[in-house]
């Protein structure tokens, strides 16, 4: 198969089969196809698109963000995860108001000088957007070329990345470009599957090597297997007569970068006596709840959640640092700030509830 028979096959099975009424295609602009592309690392789209939709009522447009405060842009994202790619969302705004007055740049490397953009993630806006000529390579897309040309070794390695983004390269038409970025990323999303493609009813079948050869659940290789470390963390409760949960927002860099939660700690201590030191508070117990357990890329963390109140004589007040806040959480209601979703689902549990929770003996290390 040429160049343009792969290309036009995709084109036509587009046309009849793919997706044409997502939300970020009316109108397919720069702004809600790097929207997009940002909420679709590593998540699905069904998963995203009620986020795209109740972050476009808020932020409409790049000036509505780039001038919106980052706890606003978390507490949106709260969920999708992947945080850091809210933070780079927002700077990236931010530097597109300043350097270009809103508009995204149609040249790819200065695309790729912003924060949060890749080559690929450029490649969409430009395509899409556009209609420029560029290749896109995410996770469909690398399937779908490692299964058609049987391209050997994980696609996180250079090498294998390397082969890949020439190929895809090598593949695109010269007209109806955003059709056909959407097509490939469709193709690899609904036929050629991770685990059930759908071969049968596959465009370029027929000339798919893998196919070819029996071998397409061998394509792309796995990643390297790795030991998933376990880890474990205290999550301290603090509540206070109001009902309203003690939070910090927690450091740029790392879990949950930015956002507000409840403190955290990694060492087993004498609680009591670590709230009074280190926020002033004197608390009446220190009751222990239920584990939860959160999986991340890299590692597994069992989150043991600890209810403290602070007692009659303790004062909630708190310095205005712009760092602390006590939170009150409403069961059906955002919440007021980004909270990390294990966060907010524990915090809405009846399990914290003052007229649901039978607690235990007051439990202190």
Known sequence: ???????????????????????????????????????????????????????????????TLAQAHVDDVLALWA????????????????????????EFPHDINALIELPGIGRSTAGAILSQAFGERHAILDG?????????????????????????WALSEKLLPHERLADYTQAIMDMG????????????????FEDCSAKQQGKVLDYPAAKPKRAHPQKRAWL??????????????????????????????QDEQDWLQLCNDRYGFKCSSANPLPAVRHSFTHFDLEILPLRLRLSHTASSTLRETG???????????????????????????????????QCPEPFTV
């Open 189 to 204: 999303a609904t036929v050629c599957t991770s685990r059930k493609p759908a071969c049968g009813i596959c465009p370029v």
């Open 236 to 265: 301290l409760l603090i509540e206070n007569s109001a009902g309203e949960i003690f939070c910090e927002r927690r450091p740029p860099v790392g879990i949950w970068g930015a956002l507000w939660c409840p403190p955290m700690m």
């Open 140 to 164: 469909n897309v690398r399937r779908v070329l490692a299964r058609y040309a049987t391209i050997d070794g994980w696609p996180g390695e250079p090498a294998v990345q390397k082969k890949l």
């Open 79 to 102: 969920g999708l995860g992947y945080y850091a790619r809210a933070r780079n969302l927002h700077k990236c705004a931010q530097l597109l108001v300043e350097r270009y007055r809103g």
């Open 323 to 357: 760092d602390v806040m006590w939170v009150k959480i409403a069961p059906g209601k955002a919440p007021p700030v980004g909270l990390p979703a294990p966060i907010r689902k524990l915090l809405e549990s009846p399990h914290l509830s003052l007229d649901q929770l």
């Open 1 to 63: 198969m040429t160049q343009t028979d792969f290309s036009a096959r995709l084109l036509t099975w587009f046309d009849h089969h793919g997706r044409h009424d997502l939300p970020w295609q009316h109108p397919r602009d720069a702004y809600r196809v790097w929207l997009s592309e940002i909420m679709l690392q590593q998540t699905q789209v069904s998963t995203v698109i009620p986020f795209f939709e109740r972050f476009l009522v808020r932020f409409p447009n790049v000036h």
